[in-house]
């Protein structure tokens, strides 16, 4: 084993440091007797309870949900079948073009991504005589567009990553092409397509900028309201909100980790004990 | 697979073709014609000759990008490096927490540096009484000397362009170091144990196997923390104060405020068109796959 240098074990904890410290006085603040996010004033839970009785912010999470959970599935199920077309296209323009445009998304600047899409819904909504069109259904496929590149860059390389041959033995034994994806592909890409939903899930989640510019107002997400919150004062019931989000994401994180561990040394167990016999 | 399946295979992608091309493709060719268009749809350049006005704030946004990026480089290299070298548990836990940050809502995070740069904040007294201190002590020595410093000025951390980048910095550094991070990991250890063997030492083992091979995550990263820095609205609007005004700003007022789309729309255009550009030259340095390291 080699040994540390102080430099490896000071750094990271320095960097740590300043990635930790607004969440930290944000934590604190949260906790704030008093009205402000900046002077201290003792010890309270009151924002907390505040929380659970502002509706429009309850209402604000629950939009949030909604539309990651749905733009999340939609992208997932789409981006699967994207990827798995994309590894079999064999005109090579076409697949590069496929690709090229897959990526435009992820390098575009997200508030030109936002105002692009809110122009398309604006022209067509303008082309219909309608006004008011920007609401939760501009809002999913917006987030549905701006998942989709992660989705299938996720499942892109497990598909290139699996054998031919084996989804070819399946059907040599039998099975239809349909049997064979699903016995023979899809467990085997099955991870590039979790992380895919997850990475959907969480930048859905997470996002303000593109949805600033494509919901209306009845359909505000809790980014959103958090910006038009922080244009006035910031009064700490939302940092106890996003302490409580955080807390939430921590112990899921924990619990799946602690999970993953725990069947990975199953298999390792079971592979010793075949080895063994 | 034989060739029904193929087929089938290749159909499954039309779903999404169709999507691509209406939600990705038609949108930025409405940007386009929002941008060289009129109130009443006829084209024109106005909108294009009025972005004159407005060259010092694209200088501006891409300069504090540039610095914000490579701030970011400066401080992620050493620690993606240190991370993939550690142990598997380490690495794993430490992955987590440069993670974890990325959860909590990024307008508050960049909320709470207001907390923390305000000018009667704990920080901001602590180094102001700190240095006031320094700067006595040194006074009086020059005292002595017969010399004298101008009279101490309190430092300001709000509402600077410092606060900007640093704001910058804070947001995307997870996005410079997770490329790096995944480029130093997946390298191949052979090499540089056959370098060490033909009589490298570690520095020399570091510039010529390690950095060449890890620049991939690097440029993947530069452009990742490039590319919303210098589009960035909220940032500067929290942070910064009246001389930090960047072109994302201008974008979302003509947008949310001002309702001038075209205007709004001529400056995403060529906001647009010089990222692309950076985009390309980037990836020359890069692998030839050009494909996006995530």
């Known amino acids: 084993m080699k040994k540390k240098s102080l430099f490896s074990k000071i750094y990271p904890i320095l960097v740590f440091g300043f990635l930790y410290a607004p969440i930290a006085v944000l934590i604190l603040f949260s906790f704030n007797a008093g009205k402000s996010t900046a002077i201290f004033e003792g010890f309270s839970l009151r924002w907390y309870e505040e929380v659970f009785r502002d509706t429009a912010t309850l209402e604000a999470f629950k939009n949030t949900v909604i539309v990651a959970v749905v733009s999340a599935i939609i992208s997932t199920v789409m981006g699967t079948a994207a990827a798995i077309a994309i590894n079999n296209y064999k005109l090579k323009w076409f697949k590069q073009a496929t690709l090229t445009t897959t990526n435009i998304p992820m390098m575009n600047p997200d508030i030109v991504t936002g105002i692009s899409m809110m122009l398309l819904f604006v022209f067509i909504s303008a082309l219909f005589g309608k006004t008011g069109t920007l609401g939760f259904t501009t809002l999913t496929i917006a987030h549905v567009t701006f998942e989709l590149p992660y989705v299938i860059l996720n499942v892109l390389p497990k598909l290139r990553q699996t054998d031919i041959h084996l989804s070819e033995a399946a059907q040599d034994l039998g099975c239809t092409p349909i049997q064979s994806f699903f016995k023979v592909v899809l467990p085997q890409i099955m991870p590039g397509i979790l992380s895919g939903l997850m990475m959907a899930f969480t930048l859905s989640v997470d996002d303000f900028i593109i949805s600033y510019f494509v919901s209306g107002t009845t359909s505000q997400t809790l980014p959103i309201r958090i910006f038009s919150m922080t244009k006035k004062r910031v009064t700490p019931d939302m940092y106890a909100l996003s302490t409580l989000i955080f807390l939430a994401i921590l112990v899921l994180l924990v619990i799946s980790n602690i999970i993953t561990a725990k069947s990975e040394n199953k298999k390792h167990k079971q592979g010793s004990k075949k080895g063994g016999a | ?294």
Request: hydrophobic letters at 50%; charged letters at 10%; proline letters at 4%.
């Open chain 2, 1 to 294: 697979m034989g060739k029904k399946s193929t087929l089938l295979s290749r159909l499954i992608g039309a779903p999404y073709i169709v999507w691509a091309v209406i939600f990705i493709l038609v949108p930025i060719g409405m940007v386009a014609y929002y941008a060289f268009t009129d109130v009443t749809g006829a084209f024109t350049f106005s909108n294009m000759s009025e972005i004159a006005k407005y060259t010092d704030t694209f200088l501006l946004s891409i300069w504090l990008g540039l610095l914000a990026t490579v701030i970011s480089l400066i401080i992620a290299y050493p620690l993606a490096y240190i991370i993939a070298n550690s142990g598997e548990n380490r690495q794993k836990i430490m992955m987590m927490l440069i993670m974890l940050p990325m959860w909590m809502n990024f307008l508050l995070r960049t909320y709470s540096w207001m907390t923390i740069l305000e000018d009667n904040g704990f920080l901001t007294t602590t180094l102001n009484s700190v240095s006031e201190e320094i700067w006595g002590i040194l006074n009086e020595a020059l005292h002595s000397f017969g010399k004298e410093l101008k009279p101490f000025e309190p430092i300001h951390l709000i509402n600077t362009r410092g606060a900007v980048v640093l704001g910058m910095v804070y947001n995307f550094l997870p996005y410079m170091i997770l490329p790096i991070y995944t480029v130093i990991l997946k390298m191949d250890r052979s090499l540089i144990e056959a370098a060490q063997d033909l009589g490298c030492n570690k520095f020399q083992v570091f510039k010529n196997i390690t950095v060449p091979l890890s620049l991939p995550g690097v440029v993947s990263g530069f452009t990742m923390v490039f590319v919303p820095s210098v589009s960035t609205f909220y940032i500067s609007q929290k942070l910064g104060g009246t001389g930090t005004t960047l072109i994302g700003d201008i974008i979302e007022t003509q947008f949310q405020t001002a309702n001038n789309f075209h205007l709004g729309a001529s400056l995403s255009f060529v906001l647009m068109i010089l990222i692309f550009i950076c985009l390309a030259v980037m990836n020359k340095f890069s692998d030839e796959d050009g494909e996006v390291i995530i």
